[in-house]
């Protein structure tokens, strides 16, 4: 167990609706990072929040959209779904992003398994 | 931009043998960090072992070693007495060691069987 929670597990839905994934990070990590894992594209950084603030971006669509909130738990809203967007969504965790060693390493949570039908 | 690139798409090894999975990355940048993640069936992602650009000593987690050529931008993953709960598909990914944006770039993977 990372420490790291996302819900929900699965999720099933149909094109053109919109869906919130949530994620907890282990506790004392400030950044938090979305990952998104298909068969074609491979696992793609979406997006990192640094206690509360975003860090950077990366192969985010348009209709994806994130925040970080006070109590550092992350959303990843996705909208105006397309059958494409089926995929495994990951949150992962760190203590920081900068400093050094172990502060670098990230732990992933179970993932949230989108299916867009 | 960063490429991580993982050209051996399957490996089998015997139970209790050793094997070795290959990585390679490009880059112009000088200080960055390279780790080993492992994705079981369960689809978990599970961080096997990292290791530090600026440090010539090549990192073990206990049965899992590393031999990083920084010259040569290799970075491969040594799993010694293979187990059956090695089966899993592994990721080499890149960081760079910037502070501002630390996102992991991920090489396609390789599935690893292990045979009992």
């Known amino acids: 167990d990372s420490g790291v929670t996302q819900t929900p597990k699965h999720l099933i839905t149909a094109t053109g609706q919109r869906v919130t994934l949530r994620c907890s990070p282990r506790?004392?990590?400030?950044?938090v990072y979305w990952y998104q894992q298909s068969l074609d594209q491979g696992l793609q950084f979406l997006i990192q929040?640094?206690?509360?603030?975003?860090?950077a971006k990366g192969n985010i669509l348009e209709r994806f959209s994130a925040q970080q909130f006070p109590d550092l738990h992350s959303e990843l809203n996705l909208s105006s779904l397309e059958l494409g967007d089926s995929a495994l969504y990951f949150c992962?965790?760190?203590?920081?992003?900068?400093?050094?060693?172990?502060?670098?390493?990230?732990?992933f949570g179970p993932g949230t398994r989108l299916t867009v039908t | 931009a960063q490429t991580v690139t993982q050209s051996q798409p399957e490996m089998s090894v015997q139970e209790a043998e050793t094997v070795t999975l290959s990585c390679t990355y490009d880059?112009?940048?000088?200080?960055?960090?390279l780790f080993w993640y492992k994705q079981p069936p369960s689809r978990q992602m599970i961080l096997v072992i990292r290791?530090?650009?600026?440090?010539?000593q090549n990192a073990t987690e206990n049965r899992f070693s590393v031999n990083f050529q920084k010259a040569a931008k290799s970075f491969s993953l040594k799993i010694s007495d293979s187990q059956l709960g090695d089966t899993a598909m592994y990721f080499c990914?890149?960081?760079?060691?910037?502070?501002?944006?630390?996102?992991?770039?991920f090489g396609k993977g390789i599935t690893l069987s292990v045979r009992p």
């Open positions: 992962a965790s760190s203590v920081s992003s900068s400093g050094s060693g172990r502060a670098y390493e990230q732990y």
């Open positions: 929040y640094y206690n509360g603030e975003e860090r």
């Open positions: 506790s004392g990590d400030l950044s």
């Open positions: 290791q530090e650009a600026y440090k010539q």
């Open positions: 990914a890149f960081m760079k060691n910037t502070g501002a944006n630390s996102k992991l770039t």
């Open positions: 880059t112009s940048e000088n200080n960055y960090y």
